[in-house]
C-alpha cells in the first residue's frame, strides 16, 4: 500500500479489464466513478473528527451485481496505508482487487481515507492551501489518524448500518493506526468482531532496510528543516507548481537528477529518478510529519508515540520520553499477516507485536517474495491471502452473530500465472527523504 500510489500508472497500464481493454485512468478524485466503471454500485459517506476534518468514506455494499442483499452480510471496514486512498484497494479490477473480492463474497464494504490525504483535505475551520493554517492542518501524524479518525468512521458505520461490531482490515499504516486505537482507546476492541492487519508497521526493533535506518537519524532535522521551508505536505494537489524552482514532474526531477552532482548523488541514492517516475498528481498525499514519526520510531527502534523534544515531551506526556503504545491493551481478535520480503516489517517484529496482544495470531504469507504492497498489487494475492481473510471474516461473523442465513463465499479463482511487475522495494521514507533534500538544497 505505501507504494500503491507511486505505482499507480504502472498498475493500471498493466491491468487488462476482463473484455480485454486497458482500463482507463481514473484520478484519486474519481473513485466512485472507477467503481462505477467496475459495475459496483458505491456510495459516498462524509465524517467529520472531533477536532474538525471532514473524512471521506467509499461504501461498496453489495457485490458487482447487487444480487446478494442478506441484511445479515458482514460489516467491514478496509483502512489504506501511507500516502494511500481508497482508490489502491481497487486498481487490479473486479478480478482480483481487495475490496471487490471482499464484495463479492457478499460483504458490506467501507474503505476509509485518512485526514490530509486527496479525498480528506477538508476541515470545518483549517483551509490546507492557505499559508498560515496548513501548518496548523497537517500537524497530525498517524498517531491523530488512529485517535480521531478510524474511531470516528468506525462510529459512523456502527450507526448507519446498525450494527454493535463490524471487522476491521488495515494495510500498512492501515495497521499501525488500528495498533495505535486499540491501546490507546481501548474500548474499541469491542466494537470489532475480528481485525485483519496486512503488514501493520508496527514494533521496529529489527526494521529491514539498514540504509533507511541510517537515513532516518536525520528525520528530526529533515522535518524541522521543511516547516522552516513551509513544507508540511507530501505530493499536495497541484505539487507541480508546489514550490518555485522545483517541480517535482518527471521530466523536471529528472533533470535535477542529471544535472548536477550534488542531485544526481541525492537522486542515486534513494532511486528518485524511479520514484518520480509518475504524475505527483496521482499521488495520493499525506503530512510529513506522519514519515517523520515513522522515522523517529525506525531511529529510536520503538513503537512509541511522536517525540517533540524533552521538554515538550514533558509537557504533552508528562514524562521526558515518549509513552509507548501498549499493545498488551488489545484484546481484539488479531491475524496479522506479514511476509519474508517485506522491506518495512521483519519477521521478528510481526511476531513480537502478536505476542505482545492479548488475542493475536501471525500469518505468514506461503510466498517468501510476496511485498509490502503485493496485498494489493499482486494479482496472486487473492489466493494467498483474500480468500483466507473472507473465509476467517465469514466464520467469526457467524459466531458472533449466530443467525440462520448462510453468507456467500465467492468462487475461488485459482490464477498462479502473472503478478503485476514493477512493484519498487523502495519505501516511503525514500521519497520522504529524497523530496525534502531536494526541497532543501534547492532554498
Ligand atoms: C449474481 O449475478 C451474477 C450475474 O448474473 C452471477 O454470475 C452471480 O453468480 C450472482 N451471484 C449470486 C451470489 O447470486
Ligand atoms: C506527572 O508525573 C508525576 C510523576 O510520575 C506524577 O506524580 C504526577 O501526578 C503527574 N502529573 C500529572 C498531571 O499527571
Ligand atoms: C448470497 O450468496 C450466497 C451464496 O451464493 C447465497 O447462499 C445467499 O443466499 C445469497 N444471499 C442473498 C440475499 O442473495
Known sequence: MVLGRLLLGVVLCAVVAS????????????????????????????????????????????????????EDRPVVFVMHGLMGASQ??????????????????????????????KNSRFHVSLDPDDEEEKFQFFDFSFEEIGMYDVPAMIDYILQY????????IGASQGGTVFLVMASMLPEYNEKLISVHLLAAVGYQNNFPG?????????TDIIYSQALRNGIVELFPPNSVEMVPGITPSRELSNARCVGSVEYSYMCELFGVRSLMRNNPDD???????????YGQNIRDRQFRRYHHGRQANQAAYNETSP???????????????Y????????????LAMVADMRNAKARKVARDSFLHTDYVEALDAKELVTDYVI?????ADLAARPVEGTIATAAPVIDNSTQVTGAASTTVLNVYLVVLSLYVMIK
Open 19 to 70: 473484455d480485454g481493454d486497458v482500463r482507463p485512468r481514473f484520478s484519486i478524485y474519481e473513485t466512485v466513478e472507477l467503481i462505477k466503471f467496475d459495475g459496483y454500485q458505491p456510495e459516498t459517506h462524509h465524517v467529520t473528527t472531533p477536532d474538525g476534518y471532514i473524512l471521506e468514506m467509499h461504501r461498496i455494499p453489495y457485490g458487482r451485481y447487487a444480487n446478494n442483499t442478506s
Open 88 to 117: 489502491g484497494f481497487i486498481l487490479l479490477g473486479p478480478e482480483y482487487s481487495f475490496v471487490y473480492n471482499l464484495a463479492d463474497a457478499g460483504f458490506d464494504v467501507w474503505m476509509g481515507n485518512a485526514r490530509g490525504n
Open 391 to 395: 473465509e476467517e471474516i465469514i466464520k
Open 339 to 350: 511476509s519474508l520480503s517485506d522491506d518495512l516489517l521483519d519477521e521478528r517484529d510481526a
Open 161 to 168: 448500518t446498525r450494527r454493535d461490531k463490524i471487522h476491521y
Open 283 to 293: 499521488q495520493a498525499g499525506a503530512a510529513l510529519k506522519q514519515i517523520a514519526h
Open 210 to 218: 539498514a540504509q533507511l535506518r541510517r537515513a532516518a537519524l536525520m
Open 323 to 337: 509513552p509507548l503504545y501498549d499493545l498488551s491493551l488489545i484484546t481484539a481478535p488479531v491475524t496479522m499477516h
